[in-house]
């Protein structure tokens, strides 16, 4: 069986913040299954919002297809694993993350778009800072119903409550909870 692929999308402007921390651990561990992993760092790219669809799905026209995000969505579509990692950044993922999700509606319809991402497997990975209360589920809800509809499994998550930057890693487990979920993820795709 051919390895498995896995893209990472780091949806945090934070280089080395604690989703891009945890992001590396569990590529660590999916790479000790013999996945090959490729990281996009969202931020780095010319990224834009969607324009105007209409409403018919299969006329839909991705106006502002001359920027990065149709690489990236094929890129998703290629991976037999897409990784959204993200902080909660006020009740939702991050902008970043945020505009590609929305741009894929420009091309919901399409055939390497929908075979592609069928059958894949969807991980969140996520970070917030309050205090109080679990917030993951502002990350972790959207990326299951995103699976749900492109008929893709969820895999899973891994969260972590912790505000400042890189502070990930001096949280005791953490990032060996990421890097064993890498390689589980792994080996659940491989199972079929
Ligand atoms: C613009 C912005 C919005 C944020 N919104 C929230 C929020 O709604 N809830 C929360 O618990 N933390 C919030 N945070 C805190 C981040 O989730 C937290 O610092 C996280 O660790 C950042 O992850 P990173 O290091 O991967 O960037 C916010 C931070 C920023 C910069």
New binding site residues.
């Given amino acids: 069986m051919p390895d498995i692929t896995v893209v990472i999308l780091l ?4 280089r ?7 992001a590396e651990a569990f590529a660590e561990g999916a790479r000790s299954e013999g996945a090959e992993v490729e990281s996009i760092f969202l931020d780095d790219l010319n990224l834009r919002p969607i324009g105007p669809v209409g409403d018919v799905w299969e006329e839909r026209e991705d106006v502002r297809a001359d920027d990065d995000t149709p690489g990236v969505l094929h890129r998703m579509a290629a991976a037999d694993i897409v990784v959204f ?8 993922v ?1 902008a970043q993350m945020k505009m590609v999700i929305d741009r894929q509606s420009a091309y919901y319809v399409a055939p390497w778009l929908r075979e592609g991402m069928e059958g894949s497997g969807f991980f969140a990975i ?5 205090p109080n ?1 679990d ?1 993951s589920h ?1 990350v972790t809800e959207p990326v299951k119903l995103w699976a749900q509809g492109f008929e893709a499994r969820y895999l899973g998550e891994v969260g ?9 890693a001096e949280m005791p487990g953490k990032l060996e909870e990421a890097r064993e979920k890498g390689a589980a993820a792994v080996r659940a795709m491989g199972d079929g």
């Fill in positions: 949806g945090s402007p934070r080395n913040g604690n989703t891009h921390l945890m990692a993200s902080p909660v950044y006020w009740q939702g991050t996520t970070a917030w800072g309050a209360e917030q502002w972590a409550n912790v505000a400042e930057w890189g502070k990930v």
